[in-house]
């Protein structure tokens, strides 16, 4: 895994300097985007042994957001690694947490996690925040508020 060229830490209601770093990246062609939210030490589970990871279709609890740029070949995607063991589309959209319009999905696994097509009209405003809800919905802990963004300029 390469190393963030920067890291921003932030909360939902102070999200600027994420934001510009998605729009820039986005008119640029280049560059991903990690979240991570928060969480209480206390509240993640002990973690489970390599054994037992390989017959579980769960992966780690604390979920993460990725978004890709679009380049001149492919569109801007969002990726999802969670630990709820299912499909999860339909489980957000119970939850009003439905896909930035006009996006598709590309994956949906209980392993390999979410991935989802955008759109080149999907502003990076509509992105970042359905990340953080999409994260926030499949977290099985409480969030802090605080946020984490891995900047990768590509």
């Given at each position: 895994m390469s190393r963030p060229s920067e890291q921003i830490e932030f909360r939902?209601?102070?999200?600027?300097?994420?934001?510009?770093?998605?729009?820039a990246m986005a008119a640029s062609g280049r560059g991903w985007v990690n979240l991570r939210p928060e969480v209480e030490d206390d509240d993640i589970a002990a973690p489970r042994s390599k054994v037992a990871g390989l017959f579980s279709g769960a992966g780690h609890p604390v979920p993460m957001a990725t978004w890709v740029a679009a380049t001149a070949k492919d569109p801007a995607s969002v990726g999802v690694q969670h630990g709820v063991a299912a499909k999860v589309v339909p489980r957000?959209?119970?939850?009003?947490?439905?896909?930035?319009?006009?996006?598709?999905?590309?994956?949906?696994h209980s392993r390999r996690g979410l991935v989802v097509r955008l759109v080149d009209e999907t502003p990076a405003d509509v992105v970042l925040a359905w990340m953080m809800e999409a994260v926030d919905e499949l977290c099985?802990?409480?969030?802090?508020?605080?946020?984490?963004?891995?900047?990768?300029?590509?």
């Open positions: 939902f209601d102070d999200w600027s300097d994420v934001l510009g770093r998605l729009e957000l959209r119970e939850h009003g947490v439905g896909l930035p319009s006009g996006a598709s999905v590309v994956q949906d099985p802990v409480q969030l802090t508020g605080a946020w984490r963004a891995d900047i990768h300029h590509g």
